[in-house]
């Protein structure tokens, strides 16, 4: 019987911190105002601010994670609904989890990657929300165009990458786990 593909493997091995965080984010409340939504995209961008830098530097491939940043997308639309250069450098920024090794950066950058796939059925409902389609949505549009071969190409590096894949699927559950505790709003009591 042939081994199951890394990416299998993770999807089943991160399945209940996948569905922690999209229990607890609590989207459809959240972007259903514009301010919501504003809100929500400066937690992502205090997410990503300090997570892509890690797993660049961990990862060492600029050639091929340098067009997977995503912070830019989320200050043009941070600038679109009124934040200014200056509130945004201002915003909280979370603390990525230690990546010692191109494999925890490859767990890590599962996460981000995939949510680009599920970022498009978002970015469609803020469409029909607010009337969002170029500006403003740039975040949630993914990688336009190029999101499904973005993903097949991360998809088949990831299931023929040399490197500990416990450590790949250790990095992905606590990238679920510290995006869902960023991420998600307070309990209220």
């Known amino acids: 019987m042939p081994e199951e593909a890394l990416h299998q493997r993770l999807r089943s091995a991160t399945a209940t911190a996948h569905a922690a965080l999209e229990r607890d984010l609590d989207w459809v409340a959240r972007v259903a105002t514009r301010e919501g939504y504003r809100g929500l995209l400066a937690r992502l961008h ?21 067009l997977r940043c995503r912070v830019p997308a989320l200050a043009q ?19 990525p989890i230690p990546l010692p090794s191109p494999a925890a950066a490859m767990g890590a950058l599962y996460v981000l990657e995939g949510s680009t796939l599920g970022g498009r059925v978002i970015g469609r409902h803020i469409t029909a929300t607010h009337g969002l389609t170029g500006p403003g949505l740039a975040y949630y ?4 165009a190029r999101t499904g071969a973005m993903w097949l190409a991360f998809r088949a590096r990831l299931d023929t990458f040399d490197g500990d894949a416990a450590q790949v699927v250790s990095a992905a559950n606590g990238t679920f786990d510290a995006m869902r505790d960023w991420l998600a709003p307070p309990a209220r009591d």
Do not use: K, M, N
Not at 46 to 65: C, M, N, R, S
Not at 85 to 94: F, M, R
């Open 46 to 66: 205090g997410f990503h601010v300090t997570w892509e830098p890690a797993i660049g530097a961990a990862l060492a491939d600029g050639d091929f994670f340098d």
């Open 77 to 95: 639309d941070l600038t679109y609904l009124g934040l200014s250069s200056t509130g945004i450098e201002d915003l909280p920024q979370a603390r």
């Open 141 to 144: 549009s993914g990688h336009g």
